[in-house]
């Protein structure tokens, strides 16, 4: 068997993915037990680490690797934190909340329970009570999904006052709606 060293070398060349797979294989283990430590979940996992390995694909070609053990640890790590992070900039929702013919929907008028526009409405209407910095920053964060980098260039203020705002300003709009609603 050829060592790590050549085949990278015959890949970078060839584009043989048969090479590459030769390369890969040995670390799979590894890399999906990485991935299971970020993940938590099986399946996740298995199709990181499948992603991965797409991804070597196209960055063995362009970037002169020379130990691949610890570059593939760092793509792998970095792959499931952009997963992760990515994954915690998407809103999800229960789609039983918004389909007419639910139970919810059906009884909302007898439970009491606020409809989302509502619920909109009053969060819009305590953000308006927040201070300028805090509603600034809140707007930018959740609203336009910027992190805590882009609303400190965009408003001028401190990365640490960001921070500072974002969670008053978070603490502040729950407070105001719990006694709006209460």
């Given amino acids: 068997?050829?060592?790590?060293?050549?085949?990278?070398?015959?890949?970078?060349?060839?584009?043989?993915?048969?090479?590459?797979?030769?390369?890969?294989?040995?670390?799979m283990p590894l890399v999906y037990g990485l991935c299971f430590?970020?993940?938590?979940?099986?399946?996740?996992?298995?199709?990181?680490?499948?992603?991965?390995?797409?991804?070597?694909?196209?960055?063995?070609?362009?970037?002169?690797?020379?130990?691949?053990?610890s570059w593939l640890y760092t793509l792998a790590r970095n792959h499931c934190l952009m997963d992760l992070r990515t994954a915690n900039r998407v809103s999800t929702v229960d789609i039983d909340d918004y389909i007419v013919e639910s139970d919810t929907?059906?009884?909302?008028?007898?439970?009491?329970?606020?409809?989302?526009?509502?619920?909109?409405?009053?969060?819009?209407?305590?953000l308006k009570e927040l201070n300028e910095e805090q509603q600034r920053c809140i707007r930018l964060f959740y609203l336009e999904q910027r992190c805590y980098k882009e609303v400190a260039e965009l408003?001028?203020?401190?990365?640490?006052?960001?921070?500072?705002?974002?969670?008053?300003?978070k603490r502040n709009l729950r407070i105001c709606m719990e006694r709006k609603q209460g």
């Fill in 105 to 126: 929907f059906l009884h909302q008028q007898h439970s009491g329970e606020q409809i989302p526009e509502e619920r909109l409405a009053l969060m819009e209407s305590c």
């Fill in 155 to 169: 408003t001028g203020y401190d990365p640490g006052k960001v921070k500072s705002y974002i969670q008053n300003g």
């Fill in 37 to 69: 430590k970020y993940f938590k979940d099986e399946a996740k996992s298995e199709d990181a680490v499948m992603q991965i390995f797409e991804s070597l694909i196209t960055k063995l070609r362009v970037h002169e690797v020379t130990n691949f053990k």
């Fill in 1 to 27: 068997m050829l060592d790590e060293r050549r085949l990278l070398e015959e890949y970078r060349k060839t584009g043989e993915l048969q090479l590459l797979g030769r390369l890969y294989e040995p670390y």
